[in-house]
């Protein structure tokens, strides 16, 4: 029941999101979805604003010992696409954490720190592999 408690005002924080978009009739939506390796990270850019989904990425093998972090590539992506909208002032608008596992929480601190969002929405479950970026 507290996943369903907290999946539905994300539902409805997005759903005004975009249905406040809709009003400006020649601009578009776009969403962006960052190679983070493991995990999930998805952009999504509005007229007026922008929404990261999750921050991805857990460290993992990549060809035998190496390791591969993505949080460098999700701040440079990030860093270009705000590049690209100087009227962004280089902030998101939301971080939506889907839930607390690692390779959807990974680079929240640097997402934090580094792009300040306005606002964050995560969920209250307190078990996961990555609690403690999303806290």
Same mark, same amino acid.
């Given at each position: 029941? +507290?996943?369903k =408690?907290t999946?539905?005002?994300?539902?409805?924080l997005?759903s005004?999101?975009?249905?406040?978009? #809709?009003?400006?009739a020649?601009?578009?939506?776009?969403?962006?979805?960052?190679d @983070?390796?493991q995990?999930?990270?998805t952009l999504?850019?509005? +007229?007026? $604003?922008?929404?990261?989904?999750?921050?991805?990425g857990?460290?993992? +093998?990549?060809? $035998? #010992?190496?390791r591969?972090?993505?949080? !460098?590539?999700?701040?440079?992506?990030?860093t270009?696409?705000?590049?690209?909208? !100087?009227?962004?002032?280089? =902030?998101?608008?939301?971080?939506?954490?889907?839930?607390p596992?690692?390779?959807?929480?990974?680079? @929240?601190p640097? @997402? @934090?720190?580094?792009?300040? +969002?306005? %606002?964050?929405?995560?969920? %209250?479950?307190?078990?996961?592999? $990555?609690?403690?970026?999303? =806290?």
């Open positions: 029941m +507290p996943l =408690r999946v539905i005002p994300m539902l409805f997005t005004l999101l975009l249905s406040a978009t #809709t009003a400006i020649d601009d578009v939506m776009k969403v962006h979805f960052i @983070v390796g995990g999930d990270a999504v850019e509005f +007229p007026c $604003g922008s929404m990261l989904i999750d921050t991805g857990e460290k993992w +093998p990549d060809k $035998g #010992t190496a591969y972090d993505s949080t !460098p590539g999700l701040v440079d992506y990030l270009r696409f705000f590049d690209s909208r !100087p009227d962004l002032e280089g =902030r998101l608008d939301l971080l939506l954490l889907t839930h596992h690692l390779d959807h929480t990974r680079g @929240v640097a @997402v @934090v720190s580094q792009f300040l +969002p306005r %606002n964050v929405v995560y969920t %209250n479950l307190d078990r996961g592999s $990555g609690i403690s970026e999303q =806290r």
